[in-house]
């Protein structure tokens, strides 16, 4: 079985984001970026399943601007086979993302699509549910564990309540939860291995999509800073102003 | 959250912007690099340090090795961080592509395992001493001796050691009493004890590789007489499995200030005369053997001296911006809430301080570690020629400098902590610990400052320090244009006069025949040339800094550039300033010290 897994570049999670002052986003320049860390699990799962000999070639596909090849690079040194970068300097929503990779996986034709089931830069939680939609194919997301079996997957998922599990006929997508497994580090050596490896240029623009965006932003903001705590004498008052303060009890 | 060790930003400036280490990639053993996989290189360091390392690191110091029934036994989380060194495969990074090596430019492996040395020196010494045993027999190994016990040790299967001090034996080599006789078969039968043998025993690695000096039968006095040997903890069968132990016994354990999470072994060797050695070279050749890989063990003790102070600099900074206590000077309001300690004044000179120490012991290290760089891979003949002169006498700068004043930036990451830098629940003072160790094992930084002195800057009629002195004035040249510069490139110009004059007066009195007296300020002597050599690579920061300015850096960004124009002003101002009483002794072959009797004392 060929896996597609789909890998974004974000901001580095070590880094502390910060607001652009004009408030059209958030600074991006010179600062470190990484791949999203959903993507690296679900990279991490393309290249076990490969190890475990249910897969037999890992294609990492991403979509972005040129720098998004350092990204496929990572994907590449963490054991992906090859990999496909869909250029373009626009920029992407979720819909336009499903849709280029709709186009990819068409061409592909994997057995599985795994990617993250949400970016850190903008939490979408939107691209893998869009991409099954546009596809026809069963979607599992938030996946902490994926067993194979005659054609279809059972994949165990972290929902409100605690653990659920579905079986899905493949191909399918699956969207990935931080306990599926823990991501290794690329080795050395491995890093320039994966320099010899391929990937395949496409411009967005040629695939006949539309990636216009569908959303405006209006304003990006600083999250409010957490105000100083108090102490309160007893659990009366603490009852108190539960209730009347923050209101959250009634 | 940013590392906790680093600045990412800070090892990219000096490793690209200042030493221009891209442009190795131009070299034919660095082709398939670029800036890229370079910068990838680096990460995983980053990485590992922060996420493994820097967790594990006061387990290791809190749980140190302990002697159970003859066996040493190492913490879970120091073996967890061996491993992800290991299977990132940093032992063997710079090795050729077809031997699981990445071919990684000596400058970015320093910087790398810098930043592991910020993390866990400790457990970092593991991976020198392994690196550093391997490295040494692939030069003088036999190909059985490569096979046996070099490539597990670039594997990370075995784990190596230096045994060279003996418990009455350490600055003078030559004095060694460990034996070492034929055993008719091509083997020697090994006898004696080794002091201080940093990972002498654990229970990480399945074997361990000792590489000793000892004395064969028919040796000559002193250090022409050492010879080095390979001996295994268990010996090694012909097709590479473990055979019998090899009657190496730890005999104790030192319990250390610091630098706990490696052990630290009383070794006794063939104490029931079965310990099999490997003769590795000639005989009587041992000690030049080791000296082979010495100016990169002293560049690792002098990068780990920096990095230490440059992670308890980094911890300092972000305690300070959290921590409130009192307000401004001028606007004591007591209605107002404290403000952050980062804006005191004397809070401010610590912390920048400790950056001017830390940043410029980077500086100094990472530019030899270049220069190894060149002294390989430079197409030129006389350019490898030229970063061998200079090596020469920036090595023992590099082995002691940092080890000397990144301990006092140590203290100050304490201080800016104040009472909670003081307990074991912040990581400074174990900073401060596992650094003091930098100026005694390697040649301690007196024997160092000898060699400097006594050698380095005299040998081939002063040819070294005449070349480092040539770089350093080509800098100022370059600056002296700068208006932000002038100022700095007079002093340092001044400086480098003062030094040379200095050491023509002790170089007139050696000719005298008052060797001792030339000699008895050396560290003294090493410490303001250091101060030099550091002023000019903060004059090089310096200049990097102010182009990029000029350039128009990111507006959000020039707070970068300004605080390396700032620290460079500090550095000038405060500290190579400060050396002038210094250098005034020198030049005045001062003897207040040599004229103690000892019976004075
Ligand atoms: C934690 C730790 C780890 C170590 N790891 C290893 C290891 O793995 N392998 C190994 O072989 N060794 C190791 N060492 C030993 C280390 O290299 C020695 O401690 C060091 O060489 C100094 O030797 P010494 O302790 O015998 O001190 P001494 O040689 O007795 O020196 C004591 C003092 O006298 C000064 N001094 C000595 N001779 C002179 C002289 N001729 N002129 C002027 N001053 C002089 C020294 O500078 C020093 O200040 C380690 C030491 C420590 C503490």
Redesign the pocket.
Known sequence: MKVLVAVKRTIDPNVKVRVKSDQTGVETANVKMAMNPFCEIAVEEAVRMKEAGSANEVVAVSAGADKAQETLRTALAMGADRAVHIVTEAELQPLAVARLLKVIADEEQPGLVIMGKQAIDDDSNQTGQMLAALLGWPQATFASEIEFKDGTADVTREIDGGLETLNVNLPAVVTTDLRLNEPRYASLPNIMKAKKKPIDRREADALGVDISPRLAIHKVEEPPKREAGIKVADVAELVAKLRDDAKVIG | MASAVVNPRDLRFQLFDVLGSDALCARARYRDHDRESLEAALDLAIQIADEVLWPNAPIGDRDEPRLENGRVRVPSAIHESVAAITDAGFIAAALDYDRGGMQLPAVLLQACLGVLKAADTATA?YLM?TKAAANLLDVHGTDEQKRLYMEPLYAGRFLG?????????????GDIRCRAVPAGDGTYRLSGS???????DQDISENIVHLV?AKLPDAPPGVKGISLFIVPKFRVNADGTLGAPNDVAVAGL?H????RA?S?CLLSFGENGGCEAHLVGAPHAGLACMFHMMNEARIGVGISGAMIGYAGYTQAVRYARERRQGRPVDNRDPTQPPVPIVRHADVKRMLLKQKAIVEGALALCLTCARYLDDMTTATDEDQRQRAGLLLDILTPIAKAWPAEFCQEANSLAIQVHGGYGYTRDFPVERLYRDNR?NA????????QA?DLLGRKARSQDGAALRALMEEIRADIDAARDLPALAEHCDALAAATGEIEGATAAIGAARAEGRIGDS?AN?SLYLNALGHIVVAWLWLRQARAADDALRQGAVTDDDAFYRGKLAACRYFFRYELAGMKPAIALLARVDTTCAEMDTNMF
């Open positions: 010494g001493l050691t230096m045994c060279l001090s003996e418990p009455d034996v350490g600055s003078s080599l080794k002091m201080w043998i940093s990972g002498g000096l030192n250390k200030m610091g630098y490696i630290n160790l005694i094992h390697e040649g301690t930084n007196g024997i000898i000699l050396a």
